[in-house]
């Protein structure tokens, strides 16, 4: 069964910085192109990042411009999400995502695979 895990979230206060990563298992992803997104409570499902199965092209939403970096290291298998410069209205509940054969970058609705998701709180 593909799953995707994802780690790294936590509390950290404004201003700080967390590593999120995303794992995932069951098969190789190495040709789908990864992508973050957030959820905070009451709003909509929003795209933060995404990143190439090559990892030449990346994608960041202006709200996280110059803060966040995605990054993906094949050998491992892995994607991450380094958060820096962290605002209050950053916070909410991570997800990793992946997709495959899609234009970049995908759309919401193109991507296969989702995590469960990783909270991350931003105290003030």
């Known amino acids: 069964q593909v799953q995707l895990v994802e780690s790294g979230g936590g509390l950290v206060q404004a201003g700080g910085s967390l590593k999120l990563s995303c794992a995932p298992s069951g098969r190789t992803f190495s040709s789908y192109a990864m992508g973050w997104f957030r959820q905070a409570p009451g709003k909509e499902r929003e795209s933060v990042a995404a990143i190439s199965w090559s990892g030449r092209s990346t994608y960041y939403a202006d709200s996280v411009k110059g803060r966040f970096t995605i990054s993906r290291d094949t050998a491992k298998n892995t994607v991450y999400l380094q958060m820096n410069s962290l605002k209050p209205e950053d916070a909410a509940v991570y997800y990793c995502?992946?997709?495959?054969?899609?234009?970049?970058?995908?759309?919401?609705?193109?991507?296969?695979?989702w995590g469960q998701g990783t909270q991350v709180t931003v105290s003030s």
């Open positions: 995502a992946a997709a495959l054969g899609s234009p970049f970058p995908p759309r919401t609705a193109e991507y296969d695979y």
